[in-house]
């Protein structure tokens, strides 16, 4: 009940078009299952092999989501069920995406990941490198993803004001992205928002959360 219980806690206070993905690594199918039963059927997972076992072991209407850092070589493990790639900040990665969606004839929905954080350790593609892959021949030839948005991460930080200022540069990045159309690339989503700032992320325009500890509890990493 405990999960069951955190969960339509969070989604009471999430606006009706704001998407909930219950973040699940390290945690057992159990968790899963419990989150599944109170209705919930979008997950997170940042390591491909966790989320390959779980989707192997759990019912096939998941949606699963990779939400870590994508390692190209990791793409043709997950490419015949993943349902949202919201990592992607590298054109090489996208284009492995799409060679590995045309083996198993689907279209991989992706979102961009845009480095708004001033720490070291955050991954991301800074606006002019997304405008410059937008503008090459090669990726408009990409048949097999399709570009929905944009992802990225705040600083770890107690500072609200700055993980709200970072929130709003991608904000900003959004709305000037979203000017552009092809027809593989069409913004619709803003995936911003993890368990200590989603409510800030909400108020910036998030329009995806990642919630995964105050669904499932803290984190044993051993």
């Not at 945690?27 to 979008?42: F, I, N």
């Not at 997950?78 to 054109?91: P, R």
């Not at 993980?163 to 709305?175: A, D, P, Q």
């Not at 325009?205 to 803290?218: A, C, D, H, L």
Request: aromatic share 8%.
């Amino acid at each position: 009940m405990f999960i069951k219980d955190n969960l339509n806690n969070i989604l009471k206070t999430l606006p009706a078009p704001v998407k909930l993905i219950a973040v699940s690594k390290t945690k057992p199918t159990s968790a899963v299952l419990e989150a599944y039963g109170a209705g919930q059927r979008s997950f997170g997972e940042n390591k491909i092999q966790e989320m390959v076992n779980k989707y192997d072991e759990l019912p096939k209407d998941i949606e699963w989501h990779m939400i870590g850092h994508l390692q190209s070589n990791k793409v043709k493990y997950m490419a015949h069920f993943v349902h949202l790639i919201h990592g992607v900040d590298s054109f090489k990665t996208l284009k492995e995406i799409n060679k590995q969606a045309v083996k198993h004839n689907r279209v991989i929905n992706c979102l961009l990941q845009l480095k708004i954080a001033k720490e070291d350790t955050k991954f991301g593609l800074s606006l002019p490198e997304v405008e410059n892959i937008l503008a090459s021949e090669e990726f408009k030839n990409l048949k097999n993803i399709k570009i929905q948005g944009l992802m990225g991460m705040a600083s770890f930080t107690e500072d609200t004001s700055e993980v709200r200022s970072e929130f709003k540069t991608l904000k900003k990045y959004f709305n000037t992205l979203k000017q552009t159309s092809f027809n593989n690339f069409n913004l619709t989503i803003l995936s911003m928002g993890m368990s200590g700032d989603y409510q800030i992320a909400i108020e910036e325009g998030s329009t995806m959360v990642r919630v995964g500890s105050s669904i499932f509890g803290e984190r044993n990493y051993k």
